[in-house]
């Protein structure tokens, strides 16, 4: 890829951006750049940029695509695609890729350990041996999550992967998606609000799109009521997050474990005070390994559309 412009819009692991520069492309770092002026660095380099390295939070929309003219290639170092203008790139003739199934394990993972720091309250009984209250009394009784019944909306690569692990706890598993799978031991509903009324822990794992925007709204909250917990590995819109804050603040829900925000970074400070409440920052992908697997794939498909070969994990 000798001498071929790529553009970065987000900092990137350092192994990516290490690889990119031993093959010889240049390289145009996008998070550099002022955030008002991101467009007239695009126009400025468009003449080199044939192609774009986003991820999750950063990806291409409309007016950066059209600011590159140049451009072939769209590689996500991510899953989901809702910051790239998926329909631009099909009117280019801009090819499109992501990196599914080496972040599964991870993220699945992930889900798993979020439902038990919340149902266990693990955050909150480590703080309470480090501060010495131990010493005063022993720690408020918690409540078991082997055996809960688990829902999951959106039963894709993920959702199979979380249903598989929560079934080692015992868990009976439902599911609500688009159509009715074929996994006759799992339970499905027809509607998200009907899947919160069934089950105790409400996993979402479905990709974002128009439809699923907000798709755990207040009724689906409230159906999952008092005693429910949500865990949220997907995207932040697909929770009202101020619905959440709501039934958190007045005890309508019973807890949550969150990956993801609405406006990434920003997460609503009346969360913090939560005990019933486990926070992290966006990181179901977050190890060496899938890191360094999600890279090789940004690369190899780099390396595929340069060369004229098949893409590895072609979307568009």
């Keep these: 890829m000798e001498k071929i412009g790529v553009l970065i819009t987000h900092q990137p692991l350092p192994y990516l951006?290490?690889?990119?520069t031993r093959r010889g492309c240049r390289l145009f770092r996008l998070w550099e750049a002022p955030e008002t002026s991101r467009l007239e660095f695009c126009r400025e380099n468009s003449a080199a940029i044939r192609a774009i390295v986003g991820n999750s939070n950063f990806?291409?929309?409309a007016a950066t695509i059209d600011a590159l003219p140049k451009v072939e290639i769209i590689a996500?170092?991510?899953v989901g695609l809702d910051k790239v203008d998926l329909v631009k790139c099909k009117e280019r003739g801009i090819r499109v890729t992501n990196t599914p199934d080496v972040l599964t394990d991870d993220v699945a993972d992930l889900a798993i350990g979020l439902a038990i720091s919340v149902m266990r309250r693990i955050p909150s009984a480590d703080k309470y041996v480090r501060s010495g209250a131990w010493k005063k009394g022993d720690y408020t009784l918690t409540t078991r999550f082997s055996g809960k019944t688990v829902g999951?909306?959106?039963l894709g690569r993920i959702g199979i992967a979380i249903a598989k692990r929560a079934e080692a706890f015992d868990c009976?598993?439902?599911?609500?998606?688009?159509?009715?799978?074929?996994?006759p031991n799992y339970t499905y509903y027809s509607t998200?609000?009907?899947?919160a009324s069934n089950c105790d822990v409400l996993v979402v794992a479905c990709a974002l799109t128009e439809e699923t925007h907000h798709i755990v709204n207040r009724a689906v909250i409230d159906a999952l009521g008092p005693k429910g917990v949500l865990i949220n590995i997907g995207r932040g819109p697909h929770v009202d997050e101020s619905e959440l804050v709501a039934a958190l603040v007045e005890g309508r829900l019973g807890g949550?474990?969150?990956?993801?925000f609405e406006n990434e970074?920003?997460?609503?400070?009346?969360?913090?005070?939560?005990d019933n409440v486990v926070l992290v920052p966006h990181v179901g992908s977050a190890t060496i390994e899938t890191r360094t697997a999600m890279a090789d794939l940004v690369l190899g498909n780099l390396e595929a559309h340069f060369l004229n070969k098949p893409l590895l994990t072609p979307v568009v």
């Design 17 to 20: 951006e290490q690889e990119l």
């Design 59 to 61: 990806g291409a929309d």
């Design 76 to 78: 996500s170092f991510s």
């Design 152 to 154: 999951i909306l959106g």
């Design 172 to 183: 009976p598993i439902s599911y609500y998606s688009r159509t009715e799978k074929p996994y």
């Design 192 to 195: 998200p609000v009907d899947l």
């Design 256 to 260: 949550a474990g969150l990956d993801v």
């Design 265 to 274: 970074p920003h997460v609503p400070d009346e969360l913090f005070g939560l």
